[in-house]
């Protein structure tokens, strides 16, 4: 099946710092997808690519969708502590007919300190 | 996009028994599906529960383990049967998109211990 790899696997960066982050694929993705999770949650979108090239933002986030769509970046800029949480970048399932059958990668985890 | 409710948010289950988590949206969608994110880990499709027919499992699920209903289309639960210390995991179900919107809504999950 298809696989995501994210890096990098953790992150500790201090208040106000850029972070980065990316998602790789040996497959062709269709659609890219950003999600956070908070300790006890379910995962929340984050930003939705879904043009190869695209560049989203959503506040201090920025996503790109790579333009050979086996890639996506995101990038937080000046952190804050409820940053803090786990981003998983995750895509669905190619070819299906299903709009929700999603392969997530590994998960980011990021640490705030202020 | 949907509102989902989940529940229980959290058990602690004996070895050998079974737990049902319930699953209710408040809005009709075709398509419901259910992950299992085990410890430190990312989120892995268990099934795909569609109304009025069987869920479609992915390898390395099967029914008797995970049986599902899905007896609407606003409603699904995911039933973790003869349970292990290896089922303790956070499971969680979420609900199909659009082209346009491909929804990505989940719920805040069922976090199983199994002692």
């Known amino acids: 099946g298809q696989q995501l790899n994210q890096s990098p696997q953790s992150m500790f960066i201090q208040e106000g710092e850029d972070v980065s982050m990316n998602c790789t694929s040996s497959?062709?993705?269709?659609?890219w997808l950003w999600y956070k999770q908070d300790p006890g949650e379910g995962p929340v979108l984050l930003i939705a690519?879904?043009?190869?090239?695209e560049l989203t933002s959503n506040g201090r986030l920025t996503a790109q969708f790579g333009i050979t769509r086996k890639d996506s970046f995101l990038n937080i800029s000046a952190s804050i502590p409820s940053d803090v949480g786990i981003y998983f970048c995750a895509g669905p399932d190619a070819g299906g007919t299903s709009y929700g059958k999603l392969t997530f990668g590994q998960g980011t985890i990021l640490t705030v300190h202020p | 996009s949907a509102v989902i409710s989940q529940k229980p948010s959290r058990d602690i289950c004996q070895r050998g028994t079974s737990l049902t988590i319930q699953c209710q949206v408040d809005s009709q969608v075709t398509m419901m599906f259910w992950y299992r994110q085990q410890p430190g880990q990312s989120l892995t499709l268990i099934a795909t529960?569609?109304?009025?027919?069987?869920?479609?499992?992915e390898s390395g699920f099967v029914i008797d383990k995970f049986p599902i209903s899905r007896p609407n289309l606003t409603f699904s639960t995911l039933t973790v049967s003869n349970m292990s210390p290896e089922d303790s995991s956070i499971y969680l179900c979420?609900?199909?998109?659009?082209?346009?919107?491909?929804?990505?809504?989940f719920g805040s999950g069922t976090r199983l211990t199994v002692v």
């Open positions: 529960a569609n109304q009025g027919s069987e869920a479609t499992y």
């Open positions: 497959s062709i993705f269709n659609t």
């Open positions: 690519l879904y043009k190869a090239g």
């Open positions: 979420s609900v199909e998109g659009t082209a346009d919107n491909y929804g990505y809504t």
